[in-house]
């Protein structure tokens, strides 16, 4: 029972497009959601969260949405950078659980 | 500089032998956690400690163990038990545990690969 899914397991974007990366969930325990980002061979590190009562946090370039009704929250990124290259892992904060993952390329 | 580390970053083993995963903190987080890490199965819950000499099952627990007689550290055994042990393996450690407001941030360490020759 898969409680938090990342359909797309890549995603490919020119250099100072918009990407936007998605999640579904299934679980309307979670009270906060939360983005990281990975490297190969390294850990993730915390990207951004957002609150189950918003539906909207910002900071910088990075902004997740979150559409309560559709269980569905999104980030994006504006303007992508070849350096925003990793996988992002969206997670919900009942039983640390983590997506699958998206694998961002952006092209120079 | 605060953070997790873990060590081995590479491990060998081989079929029957159980293998122990170091993890540890100066971070002064009162949780810790251990996710494995497989092609396109994203990071799933091994254990979890919220607070010295305390800790509980995650989702895929079978064949691993662990123990948590130190705040800064929190090890992994990987037993003969777990049928498929090569994996990537991950610590991380948070300020807070679910049952407190806001959001819990987990702290990873840098992991590290388990190879079962």
């Known amino acids: 029972d898969q409680q938090v899914k990342q359909n797309s397991p890549s995603l490919s974007v020119q250099e100072g497009r918009i990407s936007i990366l998605n999640c579904d969930y299934t679980?309307?325990?979670?009270?906060?959601f939360l983005w990281y980002k990975k490297y190969p061979a390294e850990g993730p590190t915390f990207l951004i969260s957002?609150?189950?009562?918003?539906d909207k946090n910002e900071d910088g370039r990075f902004t997740v949405f979150l559409n309560k009704s559709a269980k569905h929250l999104s980030l994006h990124i504006v303007p992508s950078q070849p350096g925003d290259s990793a996988v992002y892992f969206c997670?919900?904060?009942?039983?640390?659980?983590f997506g699958t993952g998206t694998r961002l390329k952006v092209l120079a | 500089d605060g953070g997790i580390t873990q060590s081995p970053k590479y491990l060998f083993r081989k079929e029957g032998q159980n293998v122990t995963l170091s993890c540890e903190q100066n971070?002064?987080?009162?949780?810790m956690y251990w996710y494995r890490q497989d092609p396109g199965q994203g990071l799933r819950l091994i254990y979890y400690?919220?607070?010295?000499?305390?800790?509980q099952k995650g989702d895929i627990a079978e064949g691993y163990s662990v123990s948590r007689e130190k705040k800064e550290s929190f090890p992994l055994t990987v037993t003969s038990a777990q049928k498929n042990p090569t994996a990537f393996y991950l610590c991380?450690?948070?300020?807070?545990?679910?049952?407190?407001?806001?959001?819990?941030?987990?702290?990873f360490g840098a992991g590290s690969r388990l190879t079962v020759l």
């Open positions: 400690s919220q607070i010295v000499n305390d800790f």
């Open positions: 971070l002064n987080h009162d949780a």
């Open positions: 679980n309307s325990m979670f009270d906060y």
């Open positions: 991380a450690s948070s300020i807070r545990d679910r049952g407190q407001t806001g959001a819990n941030v987990l702290t």
């Open positions: 997670s919900g904060t009942y039983k640390y659980i």
């Open positions: 957002i609150s189950s009562i918003k």
